[in-house]
């Protein structure tokens, strides 16, 4: 024995004799110093959910980012609406109701709006389509013009049905456009009126060829929230207000469909789907954790005891989380579940100890004594180590894991020292009488010395093993996409997969910014150039070209189609839909007749069957013109819409850049006279190879530019970084620490030996089982480090203590704190492995594989590599 652990081993006699010399006392004030810590605590320890904070703001990306959220902030931290209905006129009404709510509730949003549809895009439309096409959409609109002005002067299903007779009957085909689209059209409406479906007509895509959106039947809506990151979801009352919004649109319009994503509604589905039957799985854990106890200490008082020590500690932590740091973060939040699991070891191993002792019939006040002498000095060594590995933490780029490691480290220290004072008091007043000798239902026969007789095997198969598992750590891979650690079935999760597919909508397009217009101008088209680059958009994008020659062409169709657009604003004019249908009827069955029809026959024929049954369902049900004016208005109501939206996109003018309105320049040029330069993928960026493909291109040329991709990907770069410098600071720190101490190399690489060789049986082994290190699980390695650390202290200090019964470990009260210990762990966790959260799922998974190891390594490996004839 050294100087250093004679000298801890008799402070820790002085320090046992004085607990048990005024026990209610030390209950009394640990009590007292617990109410404390809860007031202390309640009053001063906040919490901040901003996950852009967990990463030091001094890394380039994350100055790149503020840069551009500072000239932008608009567009900071939105969630996105993704609008889809049956027809584009649908679409866009439904966006620009959905936008104006929004924005009147001005509790739960700073603004709203959406990129694609606003007075400026509704009047400007025509001039961004290719002359060839505008000449195309002109033609059509023209051939149309007979009917239109029909329609304008006999708005109503008698005027339509009328003019399509009329079409139909002429020889000379009258009517030039072609009847076919519409005629289909208008048997879908019957169609769904039979099957008492949603439809309406879409006259934009029968007139207009859609060419009067810039989308077809999808809308994004921007939303930027008013966060609150003092509660644990920050999103939650504007996004439930949201929900609402669109809940009620929905109901109303049968026919369309609202789903919300963007960043902060992904971190809000993310920690509800985590919190998720969290109930259930928390009492399920508990279960577990009370039996795996009361099989390992075989007393209801020491079960009390343990549970007693864990919550007070736990309490007194969470005190000095709110002394030494002042709030928890996403990460830090997790100190809770380290301090269950490293601190319950501390108090299993004097538990057992305890036990033992009272089983061998020694004294309750001696039992206490030799516990606290047998396990005090290792359990200082463990609480001083881990704390070391948690310090390490601080210095790195990862913040969240900085302030987590400065709590962890306190609470280590702090499980010690309860452990060491208030068990022994809580011991003192509740003792164990007539304990018994626990022995194992599994009769273990020679297996309890296996590490001793086997060791020369044991010790070629773990270097064989080890070199192996070197050759597995080039595959390890770090998933720094957060949306793969989500629950795929939530609604933000699969709506953002099915955008990342998307060229125009991607929210994985990336932004940069520019001095002045020139250079912006000089980068997109660099930019553009890229393979992986789908398109370039700043504000001169915004500004059309060739207008003069456009504007030509709108004007001729303004002069054929101008007065007659101005007839639309009225409602439907008053007719007699019945009647109109069964005139059409027979018409159509007039034409059938002919040799030649203006139609396809087989639409003909379908349109006559289907007005036909509608007719006669009709029958005997329902004798009024109800069903026929449902059907009119399915036909007929979103005409206006196209009409209006026509009328608007003829009044378009010639415009320069300064002619831009501020409400959509304010979105491309900062009040600071930056340019942002939006940078869309032309690849799906669901695809790892694509997405790092995309970002790896344009920071080539653009190293400043920001977005989503490119934090996740800087910020994965950063966690690895950081964690790889704090591990081996870590394990360099604690191999000094355990040299001072010990004194001995062979002692310390005994402690040091076993948790390497676990981390590299751990990794390979999720290298194996295709678990990627990710955001979430990564979290799990502090835990099993500081398992790794305790556990081969504990058991290395138990054999150079010296074992009785020809050298069986595995039977001890070491090894069996060791393995209770880890098993507790293990049942406190186990539920995380079943979660619907991908990435607490894949913490579950790598505890398990890491805490198998450790005591693998610790019960198995260790002892062989001691060899009991030294």
């Known amino acids: 024995m050294n100087r250093h652990s004679s000298l801890i081993d008799k402070f820790l006699c002085w320090w046992g004799a004085q607990v048990l010399r005024f026990p209610w006392v030390i209950i009394i004030l640990t009590l007292l110093l617990s109410a404390a810590s809860i007031q202390y605590t309640a009053d001063n320890l906040g919490i901040n959910t901003n996950s852009s904070e967990l990463i030091s703001p001094d890394l380039p990306f994350q100055k790149n980012r503020l840069h551009i959220e500072a000239e932008f902030p608009q567009d900071a931290g939105v969630i996105i609406l993704v609008v889809d209905a049956l027809t584009p006129e649908e679409t866009s009404e439904t966006a620009k109701y959905l936008a104006q709510t929004l924005n009147q509730q001005s509790d739960a949003f700073i603004s709203a709006y959406i990129p694609t549809e606003n007075d400026f895009f509704r009047q400007q439309a025509l001039l961004f389509l290719e002359a060839i096409e505008l000449e195309e959409l002109g033609s059509n609109l023209t051939d149309a013009q007979p009917f239109i ?30 009847l076919n689209p519409l005629l289909l059209s208008i048997n879908d409406a019957i169609t769904h009126q039979l099957n008492d479906q949603p439809y309406h007509i879409s006259w934009q895509s029968l007139l207009a060829a859609n060419k009067l959106n810039t989308e077809i039947n999808r809308t994004l809506v921007i939303a930027r929230p008013k966060l609150n990151y003092d509660e644990i979801l920050p999103a939650e009352y504007a996004l439930k207000t949201a929900r609402n919004t669109v809940n009620l649109i929905m109901q109303e319009n049968p026919g369309v469909k609202i789903r919300i994503t963007g960043e902060p509604a992904l971190e809000h589905e993310e920690l509800e789907s985590v919190s998720e039957g969290a109930v259930i799985a928390g009492v399920i854990s508990l279960i577990l954790v009370c039996t795996s106890l009361w099989t390992g200490l075989r007393s209801f008082k020491l079960l009390l005891a343990t549970f007693i020590v864990l919550i007070l500690g736990l309490i007194l932590t969470a005190g000095f989380a709110a002394i030494s740091v002042g709030h928890l973060n996403l990460i830090s939040i997790a100190f809770a579940v380290l301090y269950i699991g490293l601190g319950v070891d501390y108090a299993i191993h004097i538990c057992l100890y305890y036990r033992e002792g009272r089983a061998q019939g020694l004294s309750n006040h001696k039992s206490i004594i030799d516990s606290i002498q047998s396990v005090g000095f290792s359990i200082f060594l463990c609480a001083l180590t881990t704390s070391i590995g948690f310090l390490a933490f601080i210095p790195t780029d990862y913040s969240g894991v900085s302030e987590l490691g400065i709590i962890s480290a306190g609470g280590m220290f702090i499980g010690m020292a309860i452990s060491l004072t208030l068990l022994p008091a809580v011991l003192a007043i509740l003792p164990v009488n007539n304990a018994q000798p ?20 044991i010790r070629i198969f773990s270097i064989i093993t080890a070199l192996l598992s070197v050759f597995l750590l080039s595959k390890i891979v770090f998933d720094s996409n957060p949306i793969n650690l989500r629950d795929p079935n939530s609604e933000s999760v699969s709506t953002i997969k099915e955008l990342l597919t998307s060229q125009n909508n991607s929210p994985f397009s990336l932004a940069t910014l520019a001095p002045d217009l020139k250079s912006a101008t000089q980068l997109a088209h660099r930019l553009k150039q890229l393979p992986s680059v789908h398109s370039t958009i700043f504000l001169k994008s915004l500004v059309a070209e060739n207008q003069d020659e456009k504007i030509e062409i709108i004007e001729e169709l303004d002069l054929i189609l101008g007065d007659q657009l101005n007839n639309f604003d009225s409602e439907l004019k008053k007719g007699n839909p019945k009647k109109a249908l069964i005139s059409f009827y027979s018409v159509i069955s007039k034409v059938l007749k002919q040799d030649s029809t203006p139609a396809p026959k087989e639409t003909l024929k379908k349109l006559q069957n289907n007005i036909s049954q509608f007719i006669y369902s009709r029958i005997g049900i329902d004798t009024g013109r109800k069903p026929y004016y449902s059907l009119e208005e399915s036909i007929l109501s979103l005409l206006p819409n196209t009409m209006n939206r026509l009328k608007s996109s003829l009044t378009a003018t010639p415009y320069e850049i300064s002619d831009i309105p501020d409400y959509l320049s304010q979105h491309w040029h900062s009040k600071n006279g930056f340019y942002k330069i939006l940078i869309t993928p032309e690849y799906d960026q669901n695809k790892v190879e694509n997405l790092k493909q995309f970002v790896s291109e344009v920071q080539t040329i653009a190293p400043s530019s920001s977005g989503l991709p490119v934090a996740d990907q800087a910020s994965g770069a950063a966690v690895v970084k950081a964690f790889s410098q704090a591990f081996a600071g870590a394990i360099i720190a604690i191999s000094i620490l355990l040299l001072i101490i010990l004194k001995n190399i062979r002692h310390t690489l005994l402690v040091i030996g076993p948790l390497l060789f676990s981390a590299l049986l751990t990794v390979a082994t999720n290298v194996i089982l295709n678990n990627s290190f990710n955001f979430a699980n990564i979290i799990a390695l502090p835990l099993l480090m500081g398992m790794g650390v305790d556990s081969s202290i504990h058991i290395m200090q138990r054999l150079k203590s010296g074992l009785d019964n020809n050298n069986e470990i595995l039977k001890s009260s070491t090894a069996r704190g060791v393995f209770f210990s880890a098993l507790t762990t293990l049942c406190s966790f186990s539920s995380l492995a079943f979660t619907p959260h991908v990435g607490t799922a894949s913490m579950g998974l790598l505890l398990a594989v890491g805490i198998f190891f450790t005591l693998f390594c610790t019960l198995i490996v260790l002892p062989a590599f001691y060899s009991h004839k030294t």
Request: aromatic letters at 8%.
């Open 149 to 178: 002005g029909h329609l304008s002067q006999n708005y109503n299903l008698e005027g339509l049905l009328d003019i399509i007779s009329q079409a139909l009957l002429s020889k000379d085909q009258s009517l030039p456009m072609d």
């Open 438 to 457: 626990i022995h194992s239902v599994i009769n273990m026969g020679g297996f309890s010395t296996f590490p001793f007789r086997h060791s020369t095997s």
